[in-house]
């Protein structure tokens, strides 16, 4: 069974038809790059399956179980998607931290909020905040933070907050996680640490979608790569087939097109 099955997505602003039906499945410990032109849709897609708009139709499934159906007649609730976005983390261009907290603490929010659910909290709520500030303190030194820990954005490097950002995802022991050009916003200098992140990641059966213009890279670190264009996937397929050997006249313009910049 796919960890993740999107199916016939549909997303319009207005009259513009951003998503017309995009479809993929992701097994379990994959990586999938998807790659495409600016506008073709890849931010509104990663979106759409975040909970963070609202797709049109179509169907997400995680582990088989449907969290989305766009022909249902009923909305979900706030509650409900707040708990299928549990399913999934999402580390995005622009870091998005919260300035005013220091790195652990950008990364030990989320889970304590979701902590007060708990029906142990109160009485062991010590216990639970201390668990939840080891795993942070782990997370953040498997991305080579140990000594960062108490920094506020303001006093770190992109390079450093994009990590923070990575283990900030990680915190709440996501299914899949997404990442949206998670180097586009960095000095190519400060691009190679966050791929490098993102390699021990697959090596560690992460699961993951990456949104990214780093063609060798997906290529070293992807299972399969999707390309999209108009609203749809153009190419599926693995990175030989789709970087190497695509017959699809999009794909080789899109292609050519990076090898000229
Ligand atoms: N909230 C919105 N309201 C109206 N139009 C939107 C909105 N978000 C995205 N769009 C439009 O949807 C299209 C796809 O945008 P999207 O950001 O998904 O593209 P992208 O593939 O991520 O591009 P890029 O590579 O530049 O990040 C664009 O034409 C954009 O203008
Ligand atoms: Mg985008």
Do not use: W
Request: glycine letters at 6%; proline letters at 3%; one cysteine or more.
């Amino acid at each position: 069974m796919s960890m993740l099955e999107v199916k016939n997505i549909t997303k319009s602003f207005g009259k513009v038809e951003v998503l017309k039906d995009v479809s993929f499945s992701l097994e379990q410990g994959q990586v999938m790059s998807i790659l495409g032109s600016s506008g073709s849709g890849k931010t509104t897609l990663l979106r759409c399956i975040n909970f963070l708009e609202d797709a049109d139709g179509g169907q997400i499934l995680v582990d088989g179980e449907c969290i989305f159906d766009g022909s249902a007649e009923k909305k979900l609730t706030a509650k409900e998607i707040r708990a299928n976005q549990l399913h999934f983390g999402l580390v995005f261009q622009s870091f998005n931290l919260f300035p005013q907290y220091t790195a652990l603490e950008n990364v030990t929010l989320a889970p304590k909020l979701l902590a007060k659910e708990r029906p142990d909290y109160k009485e062991k709520k010590k216990e639970i905040h201390a668990e939840i500030e080891e795993n942070a303190k782990a997370l953040l030194a498997r991305v080579g933070l140990s000594d960062r820990m108490n920094n506020y954005p303001c006093q770190l490097s992109g390079g450093q907050q994009q990590r923070v950002s990575i283990a900030r995802a990680l915190a709440l022991n996501p299914k899949v996680l997404f990442f949206d050009e998670p180097t586009s916003a960095l000095d190519p200098e400060l691009t190679g640490e966050i791929l490098k992140v993102i390699r021990d990641l697959a090596q560690k059966d992460v699961t993951m979608v990456i949104v990214t213009h780093e063609i060798e890279f997906a290529r070293g670190v992807s299972d399969r790569i999707v390309f999209m264009a108009d609203g749809v996937v153009v190419e599926d397929g693995t990175p030989e087939e789709v970087l190497d050997k695509s017959k699809n006249a999009k794909t080789r313009a899109f292609l050519q097109k990076l090898n000229e910049n």
